[in-house]
C-alpha cells in the first residue's frame, strides 16, 4: 500500500492540566508534522496513550484529526487489545470515513499461542472496513509474533503489513527475505530504520517524529549515507525517549519545543527532574549540532 511507504509518527494525545485532551495543542503538533515532511498519521497508537482513554474520547479525537489534516496526509487508527470479541465490536462502532488502515497491537497480557495470534488478527482483517497492519513489539505484549505467524497472516488479503518493534534484526530479514513483494515491512524502532531499510523494510512508524519530524524524514528517504547521518544525530536523545517509559521523554521533549505540555496520564508520570535536565542537554546538543550542518550546507 504506497500510501504508507515512509515515516509516519505515532502522534502523541496532549493533554490540559486537569487532564482534558488538549485540543489546540494536538492541531499545533499535527501542522508541525505536516509541515515538516511526514508521509502519514498514526492515530491512538502507543505513544497517544491510548490505554487510558476512553471510548467517546478516541472517537473525538480520531474526527478531531480527520479534520486538522483535511486529506493532507493518509491516517492510520490505531485499535488493538487482548479482547478479540471487543475489538470486533469497536470496529463496527468506528467512522472509518478518511481513515486508510488500521494499526493493531498483538494481544498483550494473555500470551497467546501463534495459532491464538492468527486467528485473532484473521477475526480483525476479515470484519476490518480498510486494510490492517500488524504490530509486534513484545516489550510490551510479553509475546512476539514469529516471522513465520507474519508470513502466514501476510496472505490474507486484508492484511498489508507489520510494524516491527521486536527489535531482532534476524526476524526481521526472514519476513523481508520470504513476504509478499506488495507486504510493509515497518520498522518500529526509530534508531532500527537505517538498518531496516537495508534488508527490505519500507520506513517507519516513529516516536521522535513527534519533535523532529524532518530528522526521522531524511531517515527514511535519504540515501544510505543520509540516512545513516541522520540516525546518528539521535543516538544521545533517543534512549531517553524511553528511560521512564514513552511517551514520558517526547512529551517533555515536546514541551521543551513549544509543541505541547508534558502532561501524562496516570499510571504514567512527570520525567524526574535528572531525565529533564538530560533530554534539555541532549536537545540543546541536537539544535547546537543542526545549525552547524546549516552553515556549512549539510
Known amino acids: 500500500m504506497k500510501k504508507l511507504l515512509g515515516s509516519g509518527v505515532a502522534l502523541v494525545t496532549p493533554f490540559n492540566n486537569d487532564l482534558s485532551v488538549d485540543y489546540s495543542s494536538l492541531e499545533r503538533v499535527i501542522e508541525h508534522v505536516v509541515h515538516g515532511g511526514m508521509d502519514y498519521v498514526v492515530v491512538m497508537g502507543t505513544t497517544a ?3 487510558t482513554l476512553s471510548s467517546n474520547e478516541k ?13 493532507r496526509l493518509p491516517l492510520v487508527y490505531g485499535l488493538g487489545g487482548n479482547a478479540t470479541q471487543r475489538i470486533l465490536e469497536e470496529l463496527s462502532d468506528t467512522d472509518f470515513s478518511g481513515v486508510d488502515a488500521l494499526l493493531s497491537v498483538s494481544p498483550y497480557y494473555n500470551k497467546p499461542s501463534q495459532a491464538g495470534i492468527i486467528q485473532h488478527y484473521e477475526a480483525i482483517a476479515d470484519a476490518s472496513p480498510v486494510p490492517v497492519v500488524l504490530y509486534n513489539v513484545p516489550g510490551r505484549t510479553m509475546s512476539n509474533i514469529s516471522a513465520d505467524t507474519t508470513l502466514n ?3 490474507h488479503p486484508n492484511i498489508i503489513g507489520t ?12 519476513i523481508a527475505a520470504r513476504k509478499p513483494e506488495d ?8 534508531m532500527f530504520t537505517s538498518a531496516l531499510r537495508a534488508v527490505g523494510g519500507q520506513g517507519v512508524i516513529s ?13 527514511s528517504h535519504g540515501d544510505p549515507e543520509t540516512s545513516k547521518k541522520a540516525t546518528f544525530k539521535l543516538l544521545e536523545i533517543n534512549p531517553l525517549m524511553y528511560e ?8 517533555f521533549l515536546m ?12 499510571p504514567l508520570c512527570a520525567p524526574s527532574k535528572q531525565l529533564q535536565e538530560r533530554i534539555i542537554r541532549a536537545a540543546l546538543h541536537l539544535e547546537n549540532e543542526s545549525v552547524i550542518d546549516t552553515q556549512v550546507g549539510l
Open 207 to 219: 516516536v521522535l517524529a513527534n519533535a523532529y519530524p524532518s530528522i526521522i524524514s531524511a531517515i
Open 163 to 174: 510494524k516491527e518493534a521486536s527489535g531482532n534484526l534476524e526476524q526481521c530479514m526472514q
Open 49 to 51: 496513550e491510548s490505554a
Open 153 to 155: 497472516l501476510a496472505e
Open 183 to 190: 507486504f510493509l515491512l515497518i520498522s518500529g524502532d526509530d
Open 244 to 251: 521512564e517509559s514513552n511517551p514520558v521523554g517526547v512529551k
Open 255 to 266: 514541551s521543551h519545543l513549544g509543541l505541547c505540555d508534558h502532561v501524562v496520564r496516570l
Open 59 to 71: 472517537k473525538a479525537i480520531l474526527a478531531f484529526s480527520k479534520k486538522i489534516l483535511a486529506g
